[in-house]
C-alpha cells in the first residue's frame, strides 16, 4: 500500500508508458522489415499526415459531421431506452410486449441493418442516425429496466407510507435507484455510437470520419488512414472520459464513489 | 390482558388476520387468523422465532401487503399505506441518493409545508438524534447507529399516528442498540403515539412494550401475551438488574424458547 502511495503521483504519466511502448514497437517493425510500409506506415509518417489533416480542417470538419449523428442517435436511442426500460420494470402488459422484441433484437448486430436503412433513407445523416439510435437504444434498455426493478421493497414501502404515489416516486425513487444502472448503459451505448456512426459512414455517406477512414483506405494513402483512425481513438477516448467524470460526479452518493484523487 | 393506564380507544384492531403465500409446492400459511388490538398510545411488541410470520403481520398492517381479515385504524378498515401508520425496517431502507437532511424531509416533500417550518423540522429532529455536523452526508458515510436515527428521524417528521417497528435495531451492536432503545423509550414517552415493534430480543421488548404478544412458529399465531408494568421513571441500569423486569424477561423468555423448540420439532430443517 505505501509503494502504490508514493507512485500515485506518477499515475498519469505511468499510465502513458504502455502507449508509448506500443508506438514503439509499432516503429520497430517498420524499421525491421517485418510488415511492408506500405500497409503499415510507421509512426512518424502517420504523425505528419495528422498535422496536415489537422492543418487542412478535414479532421474537424468531419469529425464535427459524425459527433452530431452520433450524439443525436445517442440522444434519441438514451432518452426513449430510459422511457421503454421504465414502463417495462413497471407495467406487466408493456413488458409482456416488449421483452420479447428486445430479447430478439439485443444480440443482433445492428450495423447488419444498415443495408436495410439505405433502401429507405439512402445515402447520409438520416441513416447513420438511426442505425446509432438502435444501437445505443438497447443497453440504456436493458439497464434501465434492471435498475428500476429491483429498487428495494423497503424503499417502495416507506415512501407509500409517507403518502407518495407511484406516479410521484417515478423521478424520486425508481429513476434514482436506476441511476447508476442508466449510467453504464449509457457508457455502452456511447461506445456503439461511435462504431455504429462510423461504420455506417463507411458505406452510407458522403461526409464523416468514417468515410474519410474509408476513402483513404480505397486510395492507398495509409497514412492518412492511419491520422484519421487515430483522431476517432482521441476523440472517443475523450468523450468516454468525460462520461465518465459526470458519472462521478452525479453518483456522489454512490457505494461506487470513491474520491476523486483515487479515482481512476 | 390490557395494561394499566394507557387504555382508551382502540387505535388498531387486527381481526382475523391470515396470510398465505403460494410457493412451488403449494400454498403456505404464514399467519393464521390473528386477533390483536392496541390501544392509542400503547406500545406493543410481538416477539416469537425466526420465521414465524411477524415482519409479514407488520408489513399487513402497514398496507404494504394485503391478506384475509381485517386491519382497522381508528375504526376504519386500511387500503394500502397510508401517512397514519410510519415504519421503520431493520435496514433502514434510506434514500442512498439524498443526505441526512433531506432523507428527514422526504416525506414533507409532497406536503404544503412552507420552507421554513420544513427548516425547523429538520434542524429539530437533527438535533434529537444527535446528528448536528452530518446533515449534508450521504447513507453511505454513516454508521448503522445513525442510519437508524436519520431513519427514526425521517418517520417522525412525518408525524405519523401509528409507528411500526420492524426489528428497528436487528443490525446494531449491544451498546448502540441499547443507546437507540433509551432513545426510542424517551422519543414514546414524549409523543405517546401507538407503537407496534416486531423483535426476537426478549429483553428489549420487555424494556420498551406495555404488552408483548408471542408468536408460534410457522403458522404464526398469538400464544401469549405479557402485560408489562415496569417503573418507567428507573434508569436502564436500576431497571435491568430490578427483580420485576427479570422475572418477566424470564417469563417471556421461557413462552418464546417453547416455540422455537415446538418449530424445531415440527420442521427438522
Known amino acids: 500500500m505505501r509503494r502504490l502511495a508514493r507512485l500515485a ?145 423497503v424503499l417502495v414501502w416507506s415512501a407509500q407510507a409517507m403518502g407518495f404515489s407511484d406516479r410521484e416516486m417515478l423521478g424520486r425513487v425508481f429513476l434514482m435507484h436506476a441511476l447508476p444502472d442508466i449510467m453504464t448503459g449509457l457508457r455502452i451505448a456511447l461506445g456503439f455510437s461511435f462504431v455504429l456512426a462510423i461504420s455506417s459512414e463507411m458505406i452510407a455517406a458522403n461526409s464523416g470520419i468514417g468515410k474519410l477512414i474509408f476513402m483513404y483506405g480505397e486510395n ?26 459526470v458519472t462521478h460526479r452525479i453518483l456522489r452518493w454512490h457505494d461506487s464513489a470513491v474520491p476523486a484523487a483515487d479515482a481512476a | 390482558m390490557r395494561p394499566a393506564g394507557t387504555v382508551s380507544d382502540a387505535k388498531i384492531e387486527i381481526r382475523g388476520l391470515s396470510k398465505s403465500y403460494s410457493t412451488g409446492h403449494g400454498s403456505l400459511l404464514a399467519i393464521d387468523t390473528v386477533d390483536l388490538t392496541l390501544a392509542e398510545g400503547e406500545f406493543v411488541s410481538i416477539v416469537g422465532p425466526s420465521g414465524c410470520g411477524k415482519s409479514t403481520l407488520l408489513y399487513v398492517v402497514g398496507g404494504f401487503l394485503s391478506a384475509d381479515g381485517d386491519v382497522l385504524v381508528d375504526g376504519t378498515p386500511i387500503r394500502g399505506p397510508g401517512t397514519d401508520r410510519g415504519i421503520v425496517f431493520q435496514d433502514y431502507a434510506l434514500f442512498p441518493w439524498l443526505t441526512v437532511r433531506r432523507n428527514i424531509l422526504f416525506g414533507l416533500e409532497r406536503r404544503d409545508v412552507p420552507q421554513a417550518e420544513r427548516d425547523a423540522v429538520a434542524d429539530r429532529l437533527i438535533g434529537v438524534i444527535g446528528l448536528k455536523g452530518f446533515e449534508h452526508r450521504y447513507p453511505r458515510e454513516l454508521s448503522g447507529g445513525m442510519r437508524q436515527r436519520v431513519a427514526i428521524a425521517r418517520t417522525m417528521a412525518c408525524d405519523p399516528a401509528v409507528l411500526l417497528l420492524d426489528e428497528p435495531f436487528g443490525a446494531l451492536d449491544a451498546q448502540t442498540r441499547e443507546m437507540m432503545q433509551d432513545e426510542l423509550l424517551r422519543i414514546w414517552l414524549d409523543t405517546r403515539k401507538t407503537v407496534l415493534m416486531i423483535t426476537h430480543d426478549v429483553s428489549e421488548a420487555v424494556y420498551l412494550s406495555n404488552r408483548i404478544c408471542i408468536m408460534s412458529a410457522r403458522p404464526g399465531r398469538i400464544v401469549e401475551e405479557f402485560s408489562v408494568d415496569l417503573d418507567r421513571t428507573l434508569p436502564r441500569e436500576e431497571l435491568v438488574v430490578s427483580e420485576p423486569f427479570n422475572r418477566l424477561r424470564n ?14 420439532h415440527a420442521d427438522p430443517g
Open chain 1, 9 to 153: 503521483p506518477l499515475a498519469p504519466l505511468a499510465r502513458i508508458v504502455p502507449l508509448l511502448l506500443f508506438v514503439a514497437a509499432w516503429h520497430l517493425v517498420g524499421v525491421a522489415g517485418l510488415v511492408d510500409p506500405a500497409f503499415l506506415p510507421p509512426p512518424g509518417r502517420v504523425a505528419v499526415a495528422l498535422v496536415d489533416l489537422l492543418r487542412g480542417g478535414q479532421i474537424g470538419d468531419n469529425i464535427a459531421v459524425t459527433l452530431l449523428r452520433a450524439f443525436t442517435g445517442l440522444a434519441l436511442g438514451a432518452t426513449a431506452g430510459v422511457w421503454i426500460g421504465v414502463m417495462m420494470a413497471r407495467s406487466e402488459v408493456f413488458d409482456a410486449y416488449a421483452a420479447p422484441l428486445v430479447g430478439a433484437t439485443y444480440s443482433l448486430p445492428k450495423s447488419a441493418l444498415v443495408p436495410l436503412f439505405i433502401l429507405w433513407f439512402g445515402i447520409g445523416s438520416t441513416t447513420a442516425i438511426c442505425a446509432t439510435f438502435l444501437a445505443c437504444l438497447l443497453p440504456v434498455v436493458v439497464n434501465t429496466h434492471h435498475g428500476v426493478a429491483t429498487t428495494p421493497k
Open chain 1, 220 to 245: 492507398g494513402t495509409y497514412d492518412y488512414m492511419f491520422a484519421a483512425i487515430t483522431s476517432v481513438v482521441a476523440v472517443a477516448f475523450s468523450a468516454d472520459r468525460a462520461l465518465l467524470a
Open chain 2, 251 to 264: 417469563a417471556v423468555w421461557l413462552s418464546v424458547r417453547r416455540q422455537a423448540v415446538a418449530a424445531a
